[in-house]
């Protein structure tokens, strides 16, 4: 599996991607930041992929990241 930049936009905080692989038919990835107040911001990221056989592991493993960006995000705030 091989993964190609689609996108790439620093002033609205958005990148896209896509995989390439014999198994994947259809791969479209993207994660943006929204502000959210002061001090804080909301990541969205959509994962969309072909054959839908594939969406179950992708969740599981969307949803096990989740906790190590929050992590990582956390330990790298500066305290105020």
Do not use: Y
């Not at 839908?52 to 969307?62: F, H, I, P, T």
């Amino acid at each position: 599996m091989r993964e190609r930049l689609i996108a790439r936009d620093e002033q609205s905080r958005r990148i896209v991607w896509g995989w390439l692989g014999d198994e994947v038919t259809h791969d479209n990835t993207f994660m943006q930041v929204f502000a959210e107040g002061e001090g804080r911001s909301r990541l969205v990221w959509i994962h969309d992929t072909l054959p839908d056989e594939l969406g179950a592991w992708l969740a599981v493993a969307m949803d096990q990241l989740v906790p190590v960006f929050q992590q990582t995000l956390a330990s790298q705030a500066k305290p105020t």
